[in-house]
């Protein structure tokens, strides 16, 4: 939307826009605001699908929708085929923003989960720091290879991943609820490697298999969308949604969508080049949280973020409303945004996502981590719809001041946070479940001994020792046998 090759196409020539086009607001909020409805449709798609095929298969199904998007916006001069093509790309958004979050809390170790969604999270950074740098180099382009040059290049990712995913294991949860025990054990011993003990690894699938028969007994392995809302799981699916809505209502959508054209229409100066350097500011707050979520807690890094997003807010607003359009205020509005990515990209980016999916149950967590990826979408479509009434020229051309809403809004969930969000840092998935049975207090879930998940996962690594022991027994009676021989 900022490319003058793409608002040839797309857009009108505006004599007053510093490059001399602009684009609708109508088609503007289409072009944002579709990709967010079909991202939708994808996160809910994915809880029955991944339920049915499992998450191999669904990531598969991702990376054919992604491919398909990118071909039919490359090749295309049609506004509405254009629109078609973000809606396909939302829905594989939508798929693989769920799949690949869920696959890692699932095979993971506890103590490995934050480091592991942090470098999820890192890997998105990278990515969109690389894709800011292709169109920073391809808007020079006056012709659509300015846009059609990055489409080419976003086709490569899912067609390498829809190879190496054929040669990954399946979630050995997923697995066991499919009552495929033999092959989750070698699913998870393939997983662990060599760096954890036959013995450990038999406590971790101990504890699996006692919550899978667990839910069977008490009539629970055949989930429903509705069981959602019913006993202990309601207050697990409020958390979850609400932790993960966190991304939306810190005003990240804002920025991630309208970042380099709202710094073209503030008079910034190369505003490409700024939105690349934001990304990298960025790359170091996510790099300095795979460190940091070892020693602190999931929900100190998420207060202290959503504080310092909320404040950046606050200072590029107050600024932005005492000198409009100045270079000054220009300055500040950079700086801002990078600090604002710094702390959205160290603790929001990686650990809401975190959160979210920890605190849902195994039988559910496909449908609670679909319906708040989709409820995410939604306000993220929401703001991407309203956005370019407050910013855009043609309308309230509010700009930064823009920001006084998301600083009110970060702070309305830092109090929430404050009241009524659990750690979970360093707990099995098992522990999680139990700590919900026994409704523990969300200032008591750090303290709290999970006695019965313990002692489930000493009985299944006594049982493997003493399957050892036979084992080695008959291999020594077998040479003693052959020596006598």
């Known amino acids: 939307m900022a490319m003058v090759g793409f608002l040839k196409v797309f857009g009108y020539a505006a004599p007053n826009s510093p490059i001399g086009w602009n684009i609708s607001t109508t088609v503007q909020q289409l072009i944002t605001s579709l990709m967010v409805i079909g991202g939708i449709v994808g996160s809910l798609a994915q ?132 009552g495929r025990d033999e092959q989750a054990r070698k699913a998870l011993t393939r997983l662990r490697g060599d760096a954890y003990t036959p013995v450990l690894v038999a406590e971790e699938f101990a504890a699996m298999q006692a919550m899978h028969e667990a839910e069977h007994t008490a009539g629970k392995d055949k989930p429903k969308f509705m069981d959602l809302w019913k006993g202990v799981d309601r207050r697990r699916t409020v958390l979850s949604l609400c932790v993960v809505a966190i991304h939306a209502g810190s005003g990240s959508q804002f920025l991630i969508n309208y970042g380099t054209y709202f710094f073209t229409m503030a008079g910034v100066r190369d505003p490409f080049t700024m939105s690349i350097a934001s990304n990298v500011v960025g790359i170091g707050g996510v790099f300095l949280s795979l460190f940091s979520i070892r020693l602190v807690g999931r929900r100190t890094q998420l207060l202290i973020g959503t504080s310092c997003c909320g404040l950046a807010q606050l200072v590029a607003a107050a600024v932005y409303t005492a000198n409009p359009g100045t270079k000054s205020s220009g300055q500040v509005l950079t700086a801002m945004s990078a600090i604002y990515n710094f702390f959205y990209c160290a603790t929001i980016s990686p650990y809401a996502w975190t959160v979210g999916a920890e605190l849902t149950s195994q039988r559910l967590r496909s449908y609670t981590i679909g319906l708040g990826s989709a409820i995410n979408f939604l306000l993220a479509w929401a703001i991407t719809f309203s956005a370019p009434y407050f910013i855009n020229l043609a309308n309230l051309n509010w700009g930064a001041k823009y920001g006084w809403i998301w600083f009110v809004s970060c702070f309305i969930m830092v109090a929430w946070m404050f009241f009524f969000l659990p750690e979970t840092k360093d707990r099995t998935l098992e522990e999680l479940d139990e700590l919900f049975e026994a409704k523990v207090p969300a200032r008591k879930f750090k303290s709290y001994q999970c006695v019965k998940t313990r002692a489930v996962m000493e009985h299944g690594a006594a049982e493997e020792i003493v399957g050892m022991e036979k084992e080695k027994a008959i291999q020594v009676e077998d040479v003693t046998a052959v020596q006598r021989e």
């Open 47 to 178: 809880g029955p699908m991944s339920k049915w095929i499992g998450r191999r298969h669904c990531m598969m199904i991702a990376c054919v929708t992604c491919i398909t998007a990118a071909a039919i916006m490359m090749g295309t001069t049609s506004v509405g085929a254009l629109y078609v093509g973000r809606i396909i790309l939302g829905v594989a958004n939508g798929i693989f923003i769920t799949t690949a979050q869920m696959y890692i809390i699932e095979v993971l170790p506890a103590n490995l989960r934050g480091v592991g969604l942090g470098l999820y999270a890192m890997i998105i950074v990278v990515a969109v720091t690389i894709s800011t740098v292709i169109t920073r180099f391809t808007k020079v382009y006056t012709t659509r290879l300015c846009y059609q040059i990055p489409l080419i290049l976003m086709m490569v990712m899912p067609a390498i991943m829809g190879i190496l995913v054929i040669f990954t294991p399946e979630s050995p949860r997923w697995l066991i609820s499919k």
